[in-house]
């Protein structure tokens, strides 16, 4: 299951835990591998910001939503979820989450014991997920799937996604890390 903490007014919801300001090449000296012009830095080291004049590190009271989880396991390869990367797609606004699931001895073929899992959501806090339809569990194709493992001696983990938008092909924006077991160990 994933659960949120309520975020502040100013932050998105998914990271509610950390601190982020707004640089700007004109108000503050960033340093040189941070790049010129203004974008959002996480706040979590002060090395990011060179000139701390008027700036004080404040951190919320965190608060539990009532509606957690936000992602519940509620599908029958859900019997935990963890690894979760969540981003916001800047054209449409809306929140998308891979999570890994755990299945374990429910699946009936080794390469879904561990699945990583797609999850949308316009506001952060209520999510959906879609029938993708690409990867079955147990006959049913009815799932939301993007990976599955390989089916060696272990299960895949870690799964990470993140969003380029550098990369001129746009079919190759979004980048997957994570690592799984060989079939031959």
């Not at 640089?23 to 012009?37: D, E, I, M, R």
């Not at 830095?41 to 539990?64: C, K, N, T, W």
């Not at 599955?148 to 990470?160: C, D, K, L, P, T």
Request: aromatic share 10%; charged share 20%.
């Amino acid at each position: 299951m994933l659960a949120l903490i309520r975020p502040w007014p100013q932050l998105a919801p998914v990271a509610a835990i950390l601190i982020a300001a707004r640089l700007s090449s004109t108000l503050y000296a960033a340093p040189s591998n941070l790049g010129s012009g203004s974008r959002t830095v996480l706040m979590a080291d002060a090395e990011a910001i060179l000139y701390h004049s008027g700036l004080e590190p404040v951190q919320g009271r965190p608060e539990r939503i009532a509606t957690n989880p936000v992602i519940a396991n509620d599908k029958p390869w859900e019997v935990a979820i963890a690894y979760c990367s969540i981003q916001q797609d800047p054209s449409t606004g809306l929140y998308q989450c891979w999570y890994q699931s755990y299945a374990g001895s429910r699946a009936q073929d080794p390469t879904r014991r561990v699945v990583l899992c797609y999850a949308t959501s316009k506001d952060g806090l209520v999510w959906e997920k879609p029938s993708l339809g690409l990867y079955d569990f147990n006959g049913d194709p009815d799932t939301n799937f993007v990976l599955v493992g390989n089916g060696g001696r272990s299960v895949n983990y870690g799964a990470s996604v993140l969003i380029d938008p550098r990369d001129s092909n746009p079919d190759r924006r979004y980048k997957l890390a994570y690592w799984d077991f060989s079939l031959t160990d």
